[in-house]
Each structure stands twice: as structure tokens, then as C-alpha cells.
């Protein structure tokens, strides 16, 4: 195994600590985020003069010089797993895949295997590059095990670096499918009472909260006004089914964790089978799809549409992805069809 050392200059005016500075100036092709270099440097990886630096707030000057050591990316203890997958596009940086309900994310002490990562190891074989000093996917976002739909993964650290800028900066299209109980009427009086929601032009509902683990329930995420995470979900109604239920398409602004569903909660329309924020909701007996909704195992939500730009290329790029067979039957249940 070969290490990689890496000489940064600091540039005029720099950011009063070092691993701002070092963000700023370490050259582009190297791929080193701020929090990979904060790693470097309490590993002693990071030198000045030949001395490690091993504080990340450490004072740094103009001119100063700097040498970074990087280690070889080291192979993955993730377990490889032969899993079919859904792939709409691929290219030696990024991979963009159809995920279905059912299928977790990541890895996790409740869930070690058949996850979509183990999945990807599987496919990527020999060809996957050092994402954040370990060969292995570069998760950028996530979604529930039981919603289906877009994810992008990166291959390497340039893709991985790209695209977590983009979600930073919320420049992402994230538009989801959903099917919610009652519907979510810009003009009620009652939706317009809810305190964070405001509606915004073209009858778009805008649902402004911040969100945290709830305080007793740690598998839940709870709405809050002060602290938390700030959270920002815009809502359409795209077809309504009497009064009782409507599918809707849900636009991201930030990404957190179960936000549709909590935000959906919050504002009275919870989705039809999230067993653990729909509530007790139920659709009359006599209404179309009635039995359909009570019965659906899952929450009714799916990534739809997932736009971004190549953070290598450059490229604007859009995917879009049909409901599965689970929801279209629901929603044509839902019709009476």
C-alpha cells in the first residue's frame, strides 16, 4: 500500500483555522473535502515543518506550507451481496438507481445485509473508487427503507465532493409521489391555521419547520420551532379522490430525515400506510379504494424525479421513475378503476 503526500500553500487572506484553509487552497484534483481533511489532521496526517498539526482550529498564515499524507484507500469490510438492481444511468463517477420499498439504505446494526450498499459493492466489483479514504459507494442522501424510488451514489471522491455541494446549496430537484388521507386544500381555513405552513403561489403548499429526534419515540422525528434542524417541504395537489385521500407531489428544499412524512403528519394528512405517522386515519367503508388504503403495508411515497448537475461533467441530468406496481394499484383502487 503507497501513500500520497499533498503540499498546500496557504494563499493571501486566509480563514482564521486550519482546516478552513486548507479547504480552501488544497488543490482541486485532490478531491479533499473539510471534513475528510478535519479527519487527516487528528490523525496526525496533516504537517507544518515537519510537525503534525493535530488541531483542527489551529492558527494558520499566509504562506504557510503544508504537507498532507493520504492514505491508500483501504478495501470495504461491507459484505459484497448479488442483489438484482434497478439502474437508469452509469459512468465511471456516479450511479443513479430505482430502489424498491422494502430495501434499506445503508448497512446498520438492525439490518447488516441485503441493503442497497451491499448490493452495490456486488456490482461495482474491482471498479470502485476510494470514497472518503474506504472503497466503497459514496452515499449522498438517503431514503426510507419502505419508499421506493431515485437515489444517486457516487463512485468517486470528485463525484461524492460535487454532489453533497449541490445538497448543501439545495440545488437538487427532488420531487416525490405521495398518496395522503383527506386532502391538503390551499384555501382551508384550517391548513392555513396550521402554524409553518404558508401557501405560495400556484395553490403550493409550504410546510417551514424544524425537525428533531422526538424526545421519547428515538425512531421518530418530531416538528419543533426552536432548535432542531430547519426543514422546508412545498406540497401540490395533483388529484383528489372525494374528500378522503388525494396523491400529491412533494417537493424537497432540505433533505432530513422522514420529513414528508412528519410534515405531512403535522398538517393533518398523513400518507395512507406510514404505520408510524399516519395515525389512526381511516377512508368510509363505502369510499372508492377504501379497502385498498387500509390494507397497504407501507407508506405511499416515492422518489419520483431526481435532476442535478455532472459535479464531474458539468452536464444537467434528470431521471424520472414510474410508481411501483404497489402504488399504481393502490392509486387505481383509489380511482375506482
Known amino acids: 500500500m503507497s501513500d500520497i503526500s499533498i503540499t498546500v500553500r496557504i494563499g493571501a487572506l486566509p480563514p482564521s483555522?486550519?482546516?478552513?484553509?486548507?479547504?480552501?487552497?488544497?488543490?482541486?484534483?485532490?478531491?479533499?473535502?473539510?471534513?475528510?481533511l478535519a479527519r487527516l489532521i487528528a490523525e496526525g496526517a496533516v504537517r507544518r515543518d515537519g510537525v503534525a498539526v493535530t488541531d483542527t482550529k489551529a492558527a494558520v498564515a499566509e504562506g504557510d506550507l503544508f504537507e498532507i499524507t493520504v492514505a491508500e484507500a483501504v478495501e470495504s469490510d461491507m459484505v459484497a451481496e448479488a442483489i438484482p438492481l434497478d439502474i437508469l444511468f452509469e459512468d465511471d463517477d456516479l450511479l443513479v438507481v430505482n430502489k424498491p420499498a422494502g430495501m434499506v439504505v445503508h448497512p446498520a446494526p438492525g439490518s447488516p445485509t441485503g441493503t442497497l450498499v451491499n448490493a452495490l459493492m456486488h456490482h461495482f466489483g474491482d471498479n470502485l473508487s476510494g470514497v472518503g479514504g474506504e472503497k466503497r459507494p459514496g452515499i449522498v442522501h438517503r431514503i426510507d427503507k419502505d419508499t421506493s424510488g431515485l437515489l444517486v451514489v457516487a463512485k468517486s471522491d470528485a463525484a461524492h465532493h460535487g454532489l453533497a455541494a449541490q445538497f448543501a446549496d439545495h440545488s437538487i430537484e427532488r420531487q416525490y409521489l405521495a398518496l395522503c388521507y383527506g386532502v391538503p386544500d390551499a384555501g382551508s381555513p384550517r391548513l392555513r391555521g396550521v402554524r409553518g405552513v404558508s401557501i405560495e403561489q400556484g395553490n403550493t403548499i409550504k410546510i417551514t419547520t424544524n425537525l428533531a429526534r422526538h424526545k421519547t419515540d428515538r425512531q421518530k422525528q418530531a416538528v419543533l420551532f426552536q432548535g432542531g434542524r430547519h426543514a422546508v417541504t412545498r406540497v401540490q395537489v395533483l388529484e383528489t379522490f372525494g374528500d378522503h385521500a388525494a396523491l400529491i407531489s412533494c417537493r424537497l428544499e432540505t433533505g432530513r430525515t422522514h420529513q414528508i412524512r412528519v410534515h405531512l403528519a403535522h398538517a393533518g394528512h398523513g400518507l395512507i400506510g406510514d404505520p408510524v405517522y399516519g395515525g389512526r386515519r381511516k377512508m368510509p367503508a363505502t369510499a372508492a379504494g377504501a379497502e385498498a388504503a387500509k390494507t397497504f403495508s407501507r407508506q405511499a411515497l416515492h422518489a419520483a424525479t431526481l435532476g442535478f448537475d455532472h459535479p464531474v461533467t458539468g452536464d444537467g441530468m434528470r431521471f424520472e421513475a414510474p410508481l411501483p406496481e404497489d402504488l399504481a394499484a393502490l392509486l387505481a383502487a383509489l380511482r375506482g378503476l
Open 17 to 36: 483555522r486550519l482546516d478552513k484553509a486548507l479547504a480552501r487552497d488544497v488543490p482541486e484534483e485532490a478531491h479533499l473535502s473539510r471534513s475528510r
